[in-house]
């Protein structure tokens, strides 16, 4: 295994942390500003004036679409090992990913049209994406069900002659307060008597299709997520064509172990990028703050946290370039192992590196002074999206065991 940066992925990394350190680290201060506006006028879901500015600079830069796995219409596409350490540059910053249109869901929605959509909707949904003119949402998590069991969903998708009708509520569906939010790909039920994992089906439906009712937002931990939002939707006699269904009837599972791979490895990586800039913070304040005759560096506790969390934060990065580098040789089947362990690992590490961070800032640490507790909360929701940690562990366990089986 080599994890040395490819010639693709060197150069671009460079201009990657040039970009960001030139436009957006100093500049948080006012996109925070800019959505505290929108919200004291009354409507927190306005995008970022600061992002819209950014993405043709982005895009100049060649910093566009770098998630884009390799394939017939990308063939310059990067592999998951070579986009691993762009995306963890991109997770210091929160909203730094949509600048360069590498942000969740629409990774991986794109990545769904661009691998099980016809020709048809890809012109029709999958281009504006690329091209960052639009917003997307992926509408699979349920109030009344367990949804960390996908096969307890119970959301309708019943076919009517040409066309397919949805009946469901769906909530978490991350994206969906954004004005730009044109279409959502869909998980619900198709056969309700086929086989456990066949009955389920993904559909692309347009966000302005009658029937759609966004209910209510829904915070994290008190952050409303604006203009991103978590939205709770109502889906009432959704009628959309039969050819928005994706890849065919009963093969919603089969589509989702395709998004969801490359989609944890992105996760992960950006926790990873969160852990390194809450480590330097807390070394910068521990190293300027003087507390019982000498700076807080030098007290013991404090030096036996930051070794911890370097030791932390390059085991979880080594564990997700190699996840990521079996994915490439493998294919993520072969390498469900490795995904599983690293949705338990990073964001639990990035956790308790942040919760170090913030008590070495005091008070200061859980206001809005510093990006720590906003960060805190964000990774919070990882040990929860893309199937909590207790799934995860189930499935690895299982694979252990299977080892020592005859």
Same mark, same amino acid.
């Given at each position: 295994?080599?994890?040395?940066?490819?010639?693709?992925?060197?150069?671009?990394?460079?201009?990657?942390?040039?970009?960001?350190?030139?436009?957006?680290?100093?500049?948080?201060?006012?996109?925070?500003?800019?959505?505290?506006?929108?919200?004291?006028?009354?409507?927190?879901?306005?995008?970022?004036?600061?992002?819209?500015?950014?993405?043709?600079?982005?895009?100049?830069?060649?910093?566009?679409?770098?998630?884009?796995?390799?394939?017939?219409?990308?063939?310059?596409?990067?592999?998951?090992?070579?986009?691993?350490?762009?995306?963890?540059?991109?997770?210091?910053?929160?909203?730094?990913?949509?600048?360069?249109?590498?942000?969740?869901?629409?990774?991986?929605?794109?990545?769904?049209?661009?691998?099980?959509?016809?020709?048809?909707?890809?012109?029709?949904?999958?281009?504006?994406?690329?091209?960052?003119?639009?917003?997307?949402?992926?509408?699979?998590?349920?109030?009344?069900?367990?949804?960390?069991?996908?096969?307890?969903?119970?959301?309708?998708?019943?076919?009517?002659?040409?066309?397919?009708?949805?009946?469901?509520?769906?909530?978490?569906?991350?994206?969906?307060?954004?004005?730009?939010?044109?279409?959502?790909?869909?998980?619900?039920?198709?056969?309700?008597?086929?086989?456990?994992?066949?009955?389920?089906?993904?559909?692309?439906?347009?966000?302005?299709?009658?029937?759609?009712?966004?209910?209510?937002?829904?915070?994290?931990?008190?952050?409303?997520?604006?203009?991103?939002?978590?939205?709770?939707?109502?889906?009432?006699?959704?009628?959309?064509?039969?050819?928005?269904?994706?890849?065919?009837?009963?093969?919603?599972?089969?589509?989702?172990?395709?998004?969801?791979?490359?989609?944890?490895?992105?996760?992960?990586?950006?926790?990873?990028? /969160? =852990?390194?800039?809450?480590?330097?913070?807390?070394?910068?304040? %521990?190293? +300027?703050?003087? *507390?019982?005759? &000498?700076? $807080? !560096?030098?007290?013991?506790?404090?030096?036996?946290?930051?070794?911890?969390?370097?030791?932390?934060?390059?085991?979880?990065?080594?564990?997700?370039?190699? /996840? =990521?580098?079996?994915?490439?040789?493998?294919?993520?089947?072969? %390498?469900? +192992?490795?995904? *599983?362990?690293? &949705?338990? $690992? !990073?964001?639990?590490?990035?956790?308790?590196?942040?919760?170090?961070?913030?008590?070495?800032?005091?008070?200061?640490?859980?206001?809005?002074?510093?990006?720590? =507790?906003?960060?805190?909360?964000?990774?919070?929701?990882?040990?929860?999206?893309?199937?909590?940690?207790?799934?995860?562990?189930?499935?690895?366990?299982?694979?252990?065991?299977?080892?020592?089986?005859?």
């Amino acid at each position: 295994m080599d994890f040395d940066f490819s010639p693709r992925t060197g150069p671009l990394r460079q201009r990657l942390l040039e970009f960001c350190a030139e436009h957006i680290e100093p500049n948080e201060a006012r996109y925070l500003a800019e959505i505290e506006a929108h919200r004291r006028a009354g409507n927190a879901w306005q995008p970022s004036p600061l992002i819209e500015e950014l993405k043709p600079r982005a895009r100049a830069a060649g910093l566009w679409n770098l998630f884009l796995p390799h394939s017939a219409r990308v063939p310059e596409g990067l592999s998951n090992l070579e986009y691993a350490p762009l995306c963890e540059v991109m997770g210091r910053v929160f909203w730094a990913p949509e600048v360069f249109n590498c942000s969740a869901p629409d990774t991986g929605n794109m990545e769904v049209l661009e691998r099980y959509a016809s020709p048809e909707l890809q012109a029709r949904w999958l281009e504006p994406l690329l091209a960052g003119e639009v917003r997307s949402a992926f509408l699979m998590t349920e109030p009344a069900v367990a949804s960390s069991d996908a096969t307890n969903i119970e959301c309708r998708i019943e076919r009517d002659g040409d066309d397919y009708l949805i009946n469901g509520r769906k909530w978490w569906s991350s994206g969906a307060g954004d004005p730009r939010c044109q279409v959502y790909i869909v998980m619900g039920k198709t056969d309700p008597q086929a086989a456990r994992h066949a009955q389920q089906s993904m559909i692309v439906v347009p966000a302005d299709t009658p029937g759609i009712t966004v209910k209510r937002h829904l915070s994290v931990f008190g952050y409303d997520d604006a203009p991103h939002g978590h939205m709770e939707i109502v889906l009432e006699n959704v009628r959309v064509p039969a050819a928005n269904m994706l890849l065919g009837e009963g093969r919603g599972f089969e589509i989702a172990q395709g998004r969801l791979g490359p989609g944890r490895i992105h996760h992960c990586m950006r926790s990873i990028g /969160a =852990a390194e800039r809450a480590l330097e913070l807390m070394c910068q304040r %521990a190293l +300027a703050r003087t *507390a019982f005759g &000498k700076t $807080v !560096a030098q007290q013991t506790v404090t030096q036996e946290r930051i070794a911890e969390a370097r030791c932390a934060i390059e085991q979880a990065r080594l564990l997700t370039l190699k /996840a =990521a580098w079996m994915m490439d040789k493998a294919g993520n089947k072969a %390498a469900q +192992a490795e995904i *599983a362990m690293i &949705k338990i $690992v !990073a964001p639990s590490m990035a956790l308790k590196v942040i919760d170090w961070a913030i008590q070495v800032f005091g008070a200061m640490g859980v206001s809005q002074d510093t990006p720590l =507790a906003s960060m805190w909360a964000q990774q919070r929701t990882l040990r929860l999206a893309d199937g909590p940690d207790e799934v995860h562990r189930n499935s690895l366990a299982k694979l252990e065991l299977a080892k020592h089986m005859r």
